[in-house]
């Protein structure tokens, strides 16, 4: 039994703020914004919740597929930004798309790395209670938690979601076709945590007991820079030892997108060329849970295609994020041609 992705989506608003608005409204400019992070615009969504964002990401996604959305049994939906408690936006996700197969459903919070722990526990859900078809959402509206006067941190987020549908091998319905001419298969998952003692990456709850000192993002950049730089390569070096594989089987790495010298400093130390490294935070900013759905969706919309499916068949993809809690983790995908 496998558990494959079958189809993807995203979608990030259409309002884009590029480096010079920042300058104009705190004490930066574009050149320190790209020399130190690499972006260059981020989208963000005044206009639509978090969940209509969702809801366009999967829409795209289920478009890309001829299937009954009956047929989904488990969805979950991973964001620090969603618009309610209860329904969880998971529920909320179910009743706009019309998945009227009664679900699970269920919301995950672990930040940035919430995609990936999203994967992870749906491949062993799905495997476990014998699920045919999920749909793994990362959705973020961090633009209504930015302290837009604070510089270290408004210009590093974006408004973005992103989805994959995932199908178990044992149960796949002939019914359903996927226009992708491969699967990729989720070939091992990898999940880890570590206390943030020292409050290095924070947001607070808007119904704190005590009187809030920030109701925004708080970031001490450069513990989180160490602390990503340093679990980004353990993540790697984990999936490769436990599925006794080589970088050179490594096609893609598809991380999560905080800062583009973190990709760089993590190709250095992985020894895998930058050219494998798939990168759009130049255009979207960090998206958190958003960040690693949206790239894959991109990775599969516009660079796969290019390849010749004998040449990638086998290859592995590996994605792996880091962020609050502190939390990463990764995911190891195989390409399979159909
Ligand atoms: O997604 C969750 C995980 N998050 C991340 O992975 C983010 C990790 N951290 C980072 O990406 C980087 O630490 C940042 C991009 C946030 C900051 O870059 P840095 O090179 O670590 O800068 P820094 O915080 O060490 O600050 C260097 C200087 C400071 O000035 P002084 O103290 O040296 O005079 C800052 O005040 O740069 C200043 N600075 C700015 N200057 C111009 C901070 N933000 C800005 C800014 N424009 N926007």
């Known amino acids: 039994m496998t558990i494959n992705i079958i189809s993807t989506g995203s979608y ?45 990401a999967c829409e795209s996604a289920l478009d890309k597929l001829d299937m009954d959305r009956s047929k989904i049994g488990l969805v979950i939906f991973a964001s620090v930004s969603s618009d309610t408690k ?14 009227n197969g009664n679900p699970i459903c269920f919301d995950l919070n672990a930040a940035c790395s919430g995609f990936v722990y999203s994967m992870a526990v749906a491949r062993s859900i799905m495997a476990s209670m014998k699920i045919a078809y999920a749909i793994v959402i990362g959705a973020e509206r961090l633009s209504k938690f930015v302290d837009w006067s604070d510089r270290s941190t408004c210009i590093l987020f974006g408004d973005g979601a992103g989805c994959a549908v995932l199908e178990n091998s044992d149960l796949a319905d002939d019914s359903v076709s996927s226009s992708l001419d491969y699967r990729l298969e989720i070939e091992d998952t990898y999940l880890a945590g ?39 390569v353990k993540v790697i070096d984990r ?10 089987d490594i096609e893609f790495l598809v991380p999560h997108q905080a800062n583009k010298r973190i990709i760089e400093t993590l ?66 995908l195989k390409i399979r041609k159909k």
């Open 86 to 99: 209860t329904p969880a936006s998971s529920f909320n996700m179910a009743g706009r798309l019309g998945l």
């Open 194 to 232: 570590k206390y943030d003692k020292k409050k290095y990456l924070t947001l607070d709850s808007r119904d704190s007991l005590k009187e809030m000192r920030h109701p925004f993002i708080g970031m001490n950049g450069r513990q989180i820079y160490k602390f990503a730089t340093d679990v980004g």
């Open 267 to 332: 190709a250095l130390k992985s020894q895998i060329p930058d050219d494998r490294w798939f990168v759009n935070l130049d255009e979207y900013g960090n998206t958190s849970a958003a960040s690693i759905p949206l790239a894959l969706n991109e990775l599969v919309e516009k660079v796969l295609p290019d390849r010749k499916l004998e040449q990638i068949d086998g290859r592995r993809i590996i994605s792996l994020a880091f962020g609050g809690g502190l939390s990463y983790g990764g995911f190891l």
């Open 239 to 248: 999936l490769l030892e436990s599925n006794c594989i080589s970088k050179d």
């Open 12 to 56: 990030a608003g259409e309002k884009i703020l590029d480096n010079e608005y920042f300058a104009k409204i705190v004490d930066t400019n574009d050149e320190w914004i790209q020399e130190r992070t690499g972006i260059r615009t981020r989208h963000i969504c005044d206009d639509i919740t978090t969940e209509e964002m969702a809801t366009r």
